[in-house]
């Protein structure tokens, strides 16, 4: 959703998940016990599984709680087994959505999904139906007040494929998905530890939307959102600042 104000955006959202921390805690813990289940529960060589640790501390999940999921996903303790299920449909205005799940009962899942896209006028669609409109890729934030010169210079010496200068001075460092965590480590052992990062899923063409469209939008992100077994919700929607009121 590169925008601009991207910098207001990005703490706008921030905000809406703060309400929902709670909600918030428990995608956290549940992609901990994924990645830990795919790869491992050693840091170093499951670099899945380092993305979703540094996420949670970056939230402010206990690190019990992050030990014990970690644990749980390896198979040292017992705990529910979750699957992931990907989602793809249209929402108001037309605006193609991702919605990437952890669920350990699909039919639960795909009710509360399928309810909130009904909802607001939108609906799902079948595997393949959106997702070719979006890339997977690392993306590191930096707020308006750093310079831009120096963090270009260090981004492209830790081997990102790009930087982008937002309307509001926000500098956004892209990297290739599979090089995110190596290009953030980079990044700041060199001193320029990101505000934000993440890895994420970005269209390629965004739609700019009026303030009314994007109320709609944003009320069907917190419906999603407020799903235990969503993770993460992705759109190619252009937000005015004015629509996060």
């Known amino acids: 959703m590169a925008g601009h104000s991207k910098w207001a955006n990005i703490q706008h959202r921030k905000k809406a998940q703060d309400a929902k921390r709670g909600k918030l805690f428990t995608r956290l813990i549940r992609e901990i016990v994924v990645a830990a289940k795919a790869g491992g529960s050693d840091l170093d060589s499951n670099p899945s599984l380092r993305t979703a640790v540094d996420k949670a501390k970056s939230q402010s999940v206990p690190k019990d709680a992050i030990d014990r999921a970690v644990k749980r996903g390896a198979g040292e303790l017992d705990g ?3 699957e992931e299920i990907r989602y793809e449909g249209y929402g108001p205005a037309g605006i193609a959505f991702i919605v990437d799940c ?4 699909r039919n639960r899942t795909v009710a509360e999904v399928r309810h909130a896209f009904s909802k607001s006028g939108g609906n799902l669609g079948q595997s393949g139906s959106v997702a070719y ?6 993306v590191l934030l930096y707020s308006p007040d750093h310079d831009e010169d120096t963090i270009m210079e260090a981004a492209l010496e830790a081997g990102a494929e790009d930087v982008i200068v ?15 965590v190596a290009v ?15 890895l994420t899923m970005r269209a390629s ?3 700019e939307l009026e303030v009314e ?4 939008v944003l009320r069907l992100v917190d419906m999603l959102e407020g799903s235990d077994d969503v993770q993460e919700v992705y ?6 600042e004015e629509a996060y009121a």
């Open 133 to 138: 409109m979006f890339n997977s890729l690392g």
């Open 166 to 180: 937002d309307e509001d001075g926000s500098i956004e460092v892209i990297t290739a998905a599979e090089e995110y």
């Open 102 to 105: 952890l669920s350990d009962n």
């Open 205 to 207: 063409i965004n739609t």
């Open 80 to 82: 529910s087994d979750y």
């Open 213 to 216: 469209d994007a109320e709609k």
């Open 184 to 198: 953030k480590q980079a990044m700041t052992d060199a001193g320029f530890e990101p505000d934000e990062s993440d």
């Open 235 to 240: 759109y190619n929607a252009e937000i005015p």
